[in-house]
T-cell receptor, first 113, second 113 residues
Framework: DAGVIQSPRHEVTEMGQEVTLRCKPI?????LFWYRQTMMRGLELLIY????????DSGMPEDRFSAKMPNASFSTLKIQPSEPRDSAVYFC???????????FGNGTRLTVT | GDSVTQMEGPVTLSEEAFLTINCTYT??????LFWYVQYPGEGLQLLLK?????DKGSNKGFEATYRKETTSFHLEKGSVQVSDSAVYFC????????????FGKGITLSVRP
């Protein structure tokens, strides 16, 4: 299995631009998680889906952030408009519901200038 | 709410030294406990886990014992190697939480030859 696949690996954009991060979970996994990692705040759970349905989005910082999971094999995290404080590494992870552990992708390093 | 507290870092050791990384937790129920490791430029990987009190998780020479009485899950290794240099995260998952993990802030371990 290829594992959780995230794209792009690196994204550099200017403040105000729209950013879309993509994730392909492991086949057969039915839970998907988006995390953000920064030096100051560590790993923060932004949102997670179970069977393509958002279960908990309380970690989404504000309305500029949105996430979708149109099918079991694809999810997006969108930031519009982006701001410099959004600079971080964004991780996607998947698991089979009720059976940890999480499998993480290699992350997308976002830099907003 | 649930929380995980890790000792402050970073930690620098010489090769073959003994390692202890402290982790304590707060949870309302009976969580499962995990240690994840993050190598440079990669996502997190599960290192070991324990699902109930007094369980010992072990992998690659690392061990941690689930201590309910002290709400702790300290990570130990008898003899570290340069290749163990990474960031280590303690985490918990509440039973029935669909694998939703709460992470500690992580600690950077550097092992010098």
């Amino acid at each position: 299995d290829a594992g959780v696949i995230q794209s792009p690996r690196h994204e550099v954009t200017e403040m105000g631009q729209e950013v879309t991060l993509r994730c392909k979970p492991i086949s057969g996994h039915n839970s998907l998680f988006w995390y953000r990692q920064t030096m100051m705040r560590g790993l923060e759970l932004l949102i997670y889906f179970n069977n393509n349905v958002p279960i908990d989005d309380s970690g989404m910082p504000e309305d500029r952030f949105s996430a979708k999971m149109p099918n079991a094999s694809f999810s997006t995290l969108k930031i519009q408009p982006s701001e410099p404080r959004d600079s971080a590494v964004y991780f996607c992870a998947s698991s089979f519901s009720g059976s940890s552990p999480l499998h993480f992708g290699n992350g997308t390093r976002l830099t907003v200038t | 709410g649930d929380s995980v507290t890790q000792m402050e870092g970073p930690v620098t050791l010489s090769e073959e030294a003994f390692l202890t990384i402290n982790c304590t937790y707060t949870a309302t129920g009976y969580p499962s406990l995990f240690w994840y490791v993050q190598y440079p430029g990669e996502g997190l990987q599960l290192l070991l886990k324990a699902t109930k009190a007094d369980d010992k998780g072990s992998n690659k020479g690392f061990e941690a014992t689930y201590r309910k009485e002290t709400t702790s899950f300290h990570l130990e290794k008898g003899s570290v190697q340069v290749s163990d240099s990474a960031v280590y995260f303690c985490a918990l998952s509440e039973a029935g939480a669909n694998s939703k993990l709460t992470f500690g802030k992580g600690i950077t371990l550097s092992v010098r030859p």
